[in-house]
């Protein structure tokens, strides 16, 4: 029943790691995008893809390597962890011509 | 530009009464105002929305007022619950050629407590 869904949806892991994270929806929407939430709750987009095509990169460090092997899924690969990427990250999805958006229930992801 | 501007950072309502939060923007460019309402551990759930071309759009008790020329809008909420109580984020985007769907610009959040 799940519309967007994550995993996992905790995270806890080094400096210097390698982590992704995983998105699947089930809404037929064709496009699918990264948020970030910091400690102050503040939301703020990364990416969105579009028929696994790349629409929006918000400036993101070339640590952070979206991927979409299909428009029903968007992976969020991470590389050489550092302790400012600790945030809650959220998947969302929508159609193409709709600006509603649909959120996953995040994944919270803490570098020690 | 692309800012959205939000208050108040948090609000405190007594069961049954009013809550109100604003949200002002800048960019004219913007056509879709969606309110999120986000509970602890949970991720944004899409509450309501409106466009530029109406002034008022309502929900339940959920009421969205948007006042084009002062490039405000704003969420009511009536006969507030403590069910209520959550994080609500005004948010904006606007259209692309082509129907492209957009990113959303999100308010800092208004961290709702409604007292019993």
């Known amino acids: 029943d799940t519309a967007v869904s994550q995993t996992p949806k905790y995270l806890v892991t080094q400096m210097g790691n390698d982590k992704s994270i995983k998105c699947e929806q089930n809404l037929g929407h064709d496009t699918m995008y990264w948020y970030k939430q910091d400690s102050k709750k503040f939301l703020k987009i990364m990416f969105s893809y579009n028929n696994k095509e790349l629409i929006i990169n918000e400036t993101v460090p070339n640590r952070f390597s979206p991927k979409s092997p299909d428009k029903a899924h968007l ?31 995040g994944t919270r992801l803490t570098v020690l | 530009q692309q800012q959205v501007k939000q208050s108040p950072q948090s609000l405190i309502v007594q069961k049954g009464g009013i809550s109100i939060i604003n949200c002002a923007y800048e960019n004219t460019a913007f056509d879709y105002f969606p309110w999120y309402q986000q509970f602890p551990g949970k991720g944004p759930a899409l509450l309501i929305a409106i466009r530029p071309d109406v002034s008022e759009k309502k929900e339940g008790r959920f009421t969205i007022s948007f006042n084009k020329s002062a490039k405000q809008f704003s969420l009511h909420i009536m006969d507030s619950q403590p069910g209520d109580s959550a994080t609500y984020f005004c948010a904006a985007s606007m259209s692309l050629g082509g129907g492209a769907t957009n990113k959303l610009i999100f308010g800092t959040g208004t961290l709702l407590a409604v007292q019993p």
């Open chain 1, 75 to 105: 992976n969020l690969h991470i590389n050489s962890l550092e302790l400012g990427d600790s945030a809650v990250y959220f998947c969302a999805s929508s159609q193409w011509n709709n600006n509603e958006q649909f959120f996953g229930p």
